[in-house]
Nanobody, 125 residues
Framework: QVQLVESGGGLVQAGGSLRLSCAHS????????MGWFRQAPGKEREFVAT????????HYLDSVKDRFTISRDNAKNTVYLQMNSLKPEDTAVYFC??????????????????WGQGTQVTVSS
């Protein structure tokens, strides 16, 4: 059973930065594609960024391109989301997710097998 644990959320002013981390408990982290999703109050969960098993392929939600960067360290079993130039509309609970089905559309939440508990990100104006 894989466990994902997010950390790094918090309260930040608009224009600030945060780095989220997601630790993967399994021994085969390198086999998983990883994703970051977020859910704001009253809204559906949405894809933010995805990364394939070796980091060579990434995808981003249009509204976070050029501000957010997803990366992974397979030696540390960890995926990161560096968030810069944060805006109030980025306020949400952020979740990381893992899937072995790397050939699927990684922007779809339904393809992921494991989810973390989420970490709150609040951006004040």
């Amino acid at each position: 059973q894989v466990q994902l644990v997010e950390s790094g959320g918090g309260l930040v002013q608009a224009g600030g930065s945060l780095r989220l981390s997601c630790a993967h408990s399994g021994h085969t982290f390198g086999a998983y594609a990883m994703g970051w999703f977020r859910q704001a109050p009253g809204k559906e969960r949405e894809f933010v960024a995805t990364i394939n098993w070796n980091g060579a392929s990434t995808h981003y939600l249009d509204s976070v391109k050029d501000r957010f960067t997803i990366s992974r360290d397979n030696a540390k079993n960890t995926v990161y989301l560096q968030m810069n130039s944060l805006k109030p509309e980025d306020t949400a609970v952020y979740f990381c997710a893992a899937t072995l089905t790397w050939w699927s559309d990684l922007r779809e939440s339904g393809v992921y097998d494991y989810w973390g508990q989420g970490t709150q990100v609040t951006v004040s104006s």
